[in-house]
């Protein structure tokens, strides 16, 4: 085809890409469509049907509603209730986000320099993943028993006095994170764990040959550098998961005790489902959505800057 | 063609003038908490299934709780969805009526005539009426009684076969019980999740939740101000521990409580749970008002969704059979909630020798004459008002606030919540 | 690094992962020494994980009788294959597209999926619900299946993948003369495998686990997914029946660990294959 084109005049060769390159865009197009109309479908078009509720007073029952400007807007501004659950939130996201991933990866080297039962502790580490989070979420309820649960009878035998930790409010989110870092650390030791065995061994020897002998420094010269997109990628994945916390609120402690665990997922289905105001619980849903758009804008400016690309 | 398209025309008709007179109803119940309730739900429907061979009962996924109920109902209203019949709690009859959703039974009882020989008494009938309509028939209904390990009591230097009838007496001799060390704790009383304990104390106290118009907050005022009291006390004396309820109930079933407050409901489940762990015994709950004082009526009605006349008939049959006495009978043995119906508390066809048998059971049956609606707050913040004031008295469990403090907190935040009519 | 000789870094090593073992696993040693307990002996004072009054056979009994578990499992099953089958028919295309063609939207599509990771079905259930319930499509397979039919997770992790892919591979095909369509179909889906079983795994699981949108579109039992089977043995006023509801969830829980036990290799395999590592 080379051949063919050069012997033709400038305009027609130009004109022939022209028409190639066309044509490639129309298949593309046709190829990503049947994506196209579905996301357009069940995310964009719900996500402004709930833009629009936001600015209305609709009660689930009722079958008239009106629209109210921003006066949802108004409400939650002064809504003490939605602040604390924006902070807490914040304080969790942030307690379960490092842990998650520090554990993830440190697990993944471990596993990943073991070489026998390897299967087995993968599989150990994921279940949590594999569960079903509600259920699960009923067996920690019973393992941190302030009297009869195992946890605290454990730290008992060692003399020290467990805490109140689902029932008092100053411990209440650190027992949720706790349960929230257990439920998440393997899904990021799998994925740190591809990104492992996808670092090619002779990097590793050339990095010995310059005389890098721990491991400590293998660490800091080839495998951190070498993980930098997969820890990219499971930092705006585990940042995002924790926000979105929702199920062992619901199941453990419905927001309480006084709030002191209400978390932005479980107010918006609080607001929307069970108090019925589905235009109030709208506009807290786009706050939430704006806060996860900014959160996820920020990671990739900051971070991807810093990571380093083959 | 045309002789065929008239034979088929023929035979359509003919089908339709000789299908039976009466072809097979069904109807589709939809009801809360399965796991407390299918066993309960599966043997009425199949008894009333063989006494009424021409209606035919399907059951739509149940949901967890109450509250899961409510909000699937309100999804459903008006859809092809919507079951025929739906079991709602108390206090959210009122709720739904506002959204127009249940069918008044008036006219159904208006017809029918003799509601009060078949055991639906007035008071009866007025726990399921939301300001003088009837929305439901109530179907199992409960009141909060005490529970308490007798083991620990006696133990603890009491005499378990007479318990404690104030509440000061109960707070002496929790306080003796925790003494006994080793994790053993006082007193776990169900302040969580919603307002029906608090009601208790109001209640027992002669307290009402609002003014008579609606209006203005009364649960603040002489009647209230006793019933926080009460929950400072337990705390202060150091015998309420900070439990979720979960926690509360399971350390009492592990037997390591000494007294229990909750609903009557929960006793066929704390019977099977505490196995033969320790004596477990029932008892009347404290009144802060022995004369005047009441108490709230937790529990669910039956009420009819369907707009469908054929289904209604259907519906109302089905409705009056679950209320009605053997409904009765199928639900106290099952659950521990009161009859609903006084002919099944009384003939022996139904449950009178039940309670001669079970005497763990009488004690929610001898509070029945102290029964009053649960009440449920007007407006459409209904639902946000009992969590506000679940949220203070969480306050004052953890002793982060003064029992008046709090209670005066929570009745300028339930003002807010009020209609604004 | 090499796992020959019982060193103290190994043996290190061994104690560590073994000690998280022991935290991670607890809960389910716990589940499954409720599971055979009978309700009177599950919440006592003592700690014991060996269950004095053998109740397997009873508690399962009553797992399996309580709901109709066969048909759940089934349901399950159905659900799942259904969502994986639409989300790989529709993300590969999409994201062979964006990856290798060229066409303006390409970064347009990338923000979408952006969006489209950062959405919890929780934020779009109250439109969605009343759109389907208009329709008259709820309690049916389409319902439980059809907002999940995209996964931007899917098109984003097939696209690192096939950014990854030489384009000579793609070049030659077109120069042997083969269309678009075949080429996706006879080229890039048996090289996407292992990216595909990747995806699968996670699929499974969240869709499988997945409580919250089954709860809202399904009334009729004939349709109910596993979680929902769980809600049978909830009760809130009464207290939850754990024996049963242990046993129930070990049945459901069960058939996820099998998969992932099996299909572990080509899982890690096939992540490691989309690119992640940049």
Not at chain 2, 142 to 171: C, F, H, Q
Request: net charge neutral.
């Amino acid at each position: 085809m080379a051949e063919a084109a050069v012997s033709f005049p400038l305009t027609t060769a130009r004109e022939g890409q022209r028409r190639a390159a066309a044509r490639e865009a129309r298949i593309a197009w046709l190829l990503a469509a049947p994506a196209l109309v579905l996301i357009t479908l069940f995310i964009i078009l719900p996500v402004v049907a709930v833009v629009v509720l936001g600015f209305t007073d609709f009660e689930l029952g009722y079958d008239e509603f009106r629209f109210v400007g921003f006066e949802n807007y108004a409400e939650l501004l002064s809504d003490r209730g939605f602040r604390i659950s924006l902070w807490n939130t914040m304080v969790y996201a942030a307690s379960v986000t490092p842990f998650s991933i520090l554990i993830g990866l440190g697990v993944a080297l471990l596993i990943e320099g073991e070489t026998r039962g390897r299967a087995f502790f993968r599989t150990v580490y994921f279940l949590p993943v594999a569960s079903l989070l509600v259920a699960m979420a009923t067996v920690w309820q019973y393992m941190l028993h302030p009297s009869i649960g195992p946890v605290n009878m454990v730290l008992a035998f060692f003399g020290i006095a467990g805490p109140n930790w689902l029932g008092s409010s100053d411990t209440v989110i650190p027992s949720l994170a706790l349960i929230g870092i257990w439920q998440s650390a393997g899904f990021n030791m799998v994925l740190f764990l591809a990104g492992l065995t996808a670092i090619p061994r002779e990097l590793y020897a050339a990095a010995e040959v310059d005389g890098a002998r721990s491991g400590l420094d293998r660490f800091r010269l080839v495998t951190w550098p070498m993980l930098g997109p997969t820890t990219l990628f499971v930092v705006v994945i585990s940042v995002i998961n924790s926000v979105k916390v929702f199920e062992t609120v619901k199941t453990l402690t419905e927001g309480g005790p006084n709030k002191a665990s209400e978390v932005l997922l479980f107010t918006i289905y609080q607001e929307g489902f069970v108090y019925l105001r589905v235009g109030y619980a709208s506009a807290m849903t786009v706050i939430f959505l704006a806060i996860l758009v900014v959160l996820m804008f920020l990671q990739y400016r900051v971070l991807d800057r810093q990571v380093h690309y083959s | 063609m045309n002789l065929i398209r008239h034979a088929l025309a023929g035979l359509a008709i003919s089908a339709a003038i000789a299908l039976p007179a009466h072809a097979e109803t069904t109807l589709t119940v939809h009801y809360p908490m399965p796991g407390f309730f299918k066993d309960v739900m599966d043997n009425i429907s199949k008894k009333f299934m063989d006494e009424n061979p021409g209606i035919k009962i399907q059951f739509a996924n149940p949901s967890a709780t109450y509250e899961e109920g409510i909000q699937t109902i309100m999804r459903q209203a008006g859809t092809a969805e919507m079951p025929d019949l739906t079991f709602i709690g108390l206090n959210r009859l009122r709720m739904v009526n506002e959204r127009d959703i249940p069918v008044d039974l008036g006219p159904f009882i208006k017809a029918d005539g003799n509601m009060a020989q078949q055991g639906f008494s007035d008071t009866i009938l007025k726990l399921a009426q939301v300001n003088g309509k009837q929305v439901g028939l109530a179907f199992a209904t409960s009141n909060p009684i005490m529970y308490y390990n007798a083991d620990l009591v006696r133990k603890a230097g009491g005499n378990p076969d007479v318990p404690p009838t104030s509440w000061d007496e109960v707070i002496a001799l929790a306080a003796k019980v925790k003494a006994l060390g080793d994790g053993v704790e006082g007193i776990d009383f169900r302040w969580q999740g919603d307002d029906w304990m608090f009601s208790g104390l109001l209640f027992g106290a002669g307290g009402t939740m609002l003014s008579a118009d609606e209006k203005t907050v009364t649960f603040n005022d002489e009647a209230g101000k006793k019933a926080v009291a009460v929950l400072e006390k337990m705390v202060k004396s150091g015998v309420l521990p900070n439990f979720t309820a979960q926690a509360g109930e399971q350390a009492f079933f592990a037997g390591k409580v000494g007294f229990e407050f909750k609903t009557t409901g929960g006793l066929r489940n704390t019977i099977k749970n505490v196995g033969d762990k320790f004596d477990l015994r029932t008892a009347k709950i404290p009144l802060i008002d022995p004369v005047n004082g009441k108490l709230p009526t937790g529990g669910n009605a039956v009420v009819i969704l369907t707009r469908d006349a054929e289904k209604q008939k259907a519906a109302w049959t089905f409705a009056k059979f679950a209320a009605g006495p053997y409904g009765a009978s199928v639900v106290v043995p099952g659950t521990g909630y009161v009859p609903n119906n006084e002919l099944a508390a009384k003939s022996p066809d139904y449950l009178g020798n039940f309670y001669k048998e079970n005497p763990l059971f009488l004690a929610g049956l001898s509070q029945m004459d102290r029964m009053i609606p649960w009440y449920s707050f007007p407006g459409s913040n209904g639902v946000k008002v009992t969590q506000t004031i679940v949220e203070n008295l969480s306050r004052i469990v953890e002793q982060k606030a003064g029992a008046n403090e709090a209670l005066d907190d929570a009745a300028a935040e339930v003002k807010k919540l009020l209609p604004r009519k | 690094m090499n796992g020959h000789s019982l060193s103290p870094a190994r043996l290190l090593r061994f104690a560590l992962l073994s000690f998280g073992v022991l935290i991670f696993a607890a809960p389910y040693i716990f589940m499954i020494s409720t599971a055979g307990k009978s309700q009177s002996e599950i919440f006592s004072s003592s700690l014991s994980l060996i269950p004095q009054t053998w109740s397997y056979g009873a508690n399962i009994a009553k797992a399996f009788t309580r709901v109709s578990m066969p048909a759940l499992l089934l349901n399950g099953a159905i659900v799942c294959a259904l969502i994986l089958f639409f989300q790989v028919l529709v993300a590969i295309p999409c994201a062979y597209a964006t990856a290798k063609l060229k066409f303006r939207a390409a970064r347009a599509m990338m923000a979408l999926v952006m969006l489209g990771l950062l959405v919890p079905i929780h934020a779009t259930a109250l439109p969605l619900y009343v759109a389907f319930d208009r329709l008259s499509v709820l309690n049916s397979y389409f319902a439980l299946v059809a907002p999940f039919s995209i996964s931007v997770f899917a098109i984003f992790l097939f696209l690192q993948f096939f950014r990854a892919l030489p384009d000579d591979l793609i070049h030659a095909a077109r120069l042997d003369g083969m269309s678009e369509a075949s080429i996706v179909a006879r080229v890039i889906v048996p090289n996407a495998w292992p990216a595909v079983t990747a995806f699968s795994i996670f699929s499974v699981v969240a869709h499988w686990n997945d409580l919250f949108w089954p709860l809202i579109v399904v009334t009729n039992q004939t349709y109910a997914t596993p979680p929902l089977g769980l809600l049978y043995f909830r009760a809130a006023e009464a207290g939850d029946d754990y024996g049963a509801l242990m046993a129930a969830t070990l049945i459901i829980t069960l058939p996820l660990v099998l998969a992932f036990l099996l299909a572990q290799k080509r899982f890690i395999e096939g992540i490691t294959m989309t690119g992640l590592k940049g």
